[in-house]
Every structure is written in structure tokens, then in C-alpha cells.
């Protein structure tokens, strides 16, 4: 069984920048892949970012140039950079695993972006 907890989120201006963790505990060497996936008010989750444990990244087209997902394998925590946040960016957002019925989900962090 693995555990996620996501913190990092707030309140930021539009253009402005957070930090996003996710945190991993419990089984951790069977965890290959950590996505961060982001749910607005009445829409569907989306995901935005994966990275692998070999490193291998990709990204949703509306975040590609603005997010950097990156971990590291020691604290077993895989972080999301987010810099030149839009309004739309606004959602709250969930790091997840393929593991178990559903997947492991954490329990989410808000993100809020002013314009």
C-alpha cells in the first residue's frame, strides 16, 4: 500500500508561481509512476503532468513551458513547479499512483489564481 499527501498550495496572483509536493510513505519501491492531476469547479479531472522513476516526463499542452515536474527518489516526494499561473490554473490538485482499484490518490491541495 502507498500513501500520498500533496502540500504546497495557496493564493498567488496571476503570473506568479507555487511549488507543489507529494509526498509518498508506505510501499514505495512499487511506485513506477507519480501523475498530478487537477479538477476545477463543474469540470472534469485532467491530468497535467507525469513523471516516471527513470525520470521521463510528460505534460498536458496547456501547461507545457510553464510546468516543471521533477522528484526526488531519496525523499520519495515528486514536485510540480508551476510559474507563469493563469486564472485558469485554478483547480485543486491531486498527485496519483496506478495502484490499487482506482489508484492511490492523495487528498488534494488548492491552487487559487487572481487575476
Known amino acids: 500500500q502507498v500513501q500520498l499527501v500533496e502540500s504546497g498550495g495557496g493564493l498567488v496572483q496571476a503570473g506568479g508561481s507555487l511549488r507543489l509536493s507529494c509526498a509518498a510513505s508506505g510501499s514505495i519501491y512499487s511506485i513506477n509512476v507519480i501523475n498530478w492531476y487537477r479538477q476545477a469547479p463543474g469540470k472534469q479531472r485532467e491530468l497535467v503532468a507525469a513523471i516516471t522513476r527513470g525520470g521521463s516526463t510528460n505534460y498536458a499542452d496547456s501547461v507545457k513551458g510553464r510546468f516543471t515536474i521533477s522528484r526526488d527518489n531519496a525523499k520519495a516526494t515528486v514536485f510540480l513547479q508551476m510559474n507563469a499561473l493563469k486564472s485558469e490554473d485554478t483547480a485543486v490538485y491531486y498527485c496519483?499512483?496506478?495502484?490499487?482499484?482506482?489508484?492511490?490518490w492523495g487528498q488534494g491541495t488548492q491552487v487559487t489564481v487572481s487575476s
Open positions: 496519483n499512483t496506478p495502484q490499487g482499484p482506482g489508484g492511490t
